[in-house]
């Protein structure tokens, strides 16, 4: 498979020898803050938040509901904009809606009148990918995550486990720097749940992509994560950033077993109580 040198190939014919992929931070958020303003009170979604993330990393974003993970992510996309702070991509100040980001999002939204081919080739169009070269790469990534042989269904036809899936593969299509996931598996079942963190994993470690991952369950962080950003509520803030010191790959059982992983549970979930002022 080419998709992982494509992915790491900077596309002006050089090769990228990274000697230190730990350490090159890929992402950065400097000072990020967000307030709404509702009709008789405002909302602080958002308190000076800094994180830096660096290439090829897999980092989640882990707290409350109401915590601001999602609108960090939005900040990160474009979709919204930040009262305060910046966010850099290579170096390179973001604005506005970005090329080199995609987004998974909680609620699958696919359009329900184009197929699966169709709906993945969403943001290769945005990206005016010519009808060759966007038909391979829409395969490719079918192929990716095991749906070939439905690119001409319906979404509609598909279980919610298959269609969160083509949401996966519309974001890979566009061979993104940082890929974006808000509680991505939310709304499936334990199995379908299970059986998409695992193939994510594996994903991640075949494509080399950086991945900032929103989820409010732990051992799903846990099993996925380099490092885990754990937010508070009200404002909402990082108060804590652990790093997942477990060998990959990783199975369910290990994430369950291994004392390291029961302690670091154990940490997270004392740390974000004591946080708890609801
Ligand atoms: N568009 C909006 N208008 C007003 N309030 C909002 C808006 N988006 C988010 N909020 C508020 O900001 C806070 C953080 O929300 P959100 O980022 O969705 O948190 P999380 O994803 O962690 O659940 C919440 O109190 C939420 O009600
Ligand atoms: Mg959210």
């Known amino acids: 498979m080419t998709y992982p040198e494509q992915m790491r ?64 992510l939005r900040i990160i996309d474009g979709l919204e904009q930040a009262d305060a702070g910046e966010c850099l991509l290579e170096g390179v100040p973001l604005s506005g809606i970005s090329r080199d980001m ?75 720097k940082v890929l974006l996931m808000d509680e991505p598996f939310g709304q499936l079942d334990n199995f379908t749940r299970e059986a998409l963190q695992v193939e994510i994993a594996n994903l991640w470690e075949k494509l080399g992509t950086t991945i900032v991952f929103v989820t409010h369950d732990v051992d799903e962080a846990i099993f996925l994560s380099d490092r885990i950003a754990l937010f508070r509520p009200a404002p909402g803030r990082i108060t804590k950033v652990v790093d997942v010191d477990l060998p990959r790959p990783r199975t369910d059982y290990d994430v369950r077993a291994n004392p390291k992983a029961i302690e670091l549970r154990a940490q997270i979930v004392s740390h974000l109580r004591e946080g708890d002022n609801s």
């Open 102 to 176: 995609a987004y998974v999002f909680q609620d699958i939204n696919l359009l329900p009148w184009r197929s699966v081919l169709g709906n993945v080739a969403l943001g290769l169009e945005a990206r005016n990918i010519g009808k060759n070269e966007r038909h391979n790469r829409v395969m490719e990534v079918l192929e990716m995550v095991g749906l070939s042989s439905f690119s001409a269904a319906p979404p509609y036809t598909l279980s919610g486990g298959m269609q969160q899936r083509v949401g996966v593969a519309r974001a890979l299509a566009v061979r993104p």
């Open 9 to 72: 190939n900077p596309g002006d014919g050089s090769v990228v020898v990274d000697t230190q992929p730990s350490s090159r931070p890929v992402l950065e958020m400097n000072g990020i803050s967000k307030t709404f303003a509702l009709k008789d009170q405002s909302v602080v979604a958002l308190d000076n938040v800094s994180l830096s993330v660096t290439a090829g990393e897999f980092i989640s974003l882990v707290g409350p509901s109401g915590c601001g993970k999602t609108t960090l």
